[in-house]
């Protein structure tokens, strides 16, 4: 969280022509309620089913950009399911810069609404920063402007998107 993937994902989209769906509010759609309440009302068992459903089947399988949720790809099996569905990419900042982006909106962040949001962001970071790191190439936002992270993204993902297809077509013969 923090590291600007739906800011980052509805400027890439718009830059090769894709549609750009942010995955929680995919997930508040389908759900009728905010993630928030998801987490307060049902659990967080019942959300991360949620976006495993996301991920199964519940986008279009293709000419879309998805910003996933930040605990998303760290659930057993969904690192290889995203990367079935297409290419990933990691967006990666220093807890210094998620502590600073986060820290105005900790109530709206389920696993942030506690005494100390910093210590929790803290604790998700150093056990989720292994998974991010192997999810993909990994993009540094840090003190970076917008326009430069976005072309760093759409250079990989023309890159990879063409190995993509290679596999998806020798898959399918």
Partial sequence: MGTGKTTVGRAVARKIGFRCVDSDH????KAGKTVARIFTEDGED???????????????????????GGGLVV?????????E???VV???ASIETILARTARHSRTRPLLDVEDPDARARALYAEREATYKSAGTVILTDSRPLSEIEAH???VWRRE???????????SS
Avoid: K, N
């Fill in 26 to 29: 995919e997930i508040e759609r």
């Fill in 153 to 155: 993204v759409v250079r």
């Fill in 75 to 83: 659930q057993p099996g969904m690192l290889g399911l995203l990367g």
């Fill in 85 to 87: 569905r297409g290419v």
């Fill in 90 to 92: 990691c967006l990666h």
């Fill in 161 to 171: 998107a063409e190995e993509f297809s290679r596999r998806r077509t020798r898959g």
């Fill in 46 to 68: 019942a959300f991360r089913s949620l976006e495993r459903w996301f991920v199964g089947e519940g986008h279009a399988p293709e000419r879309l950009v998805v910003a996933c």
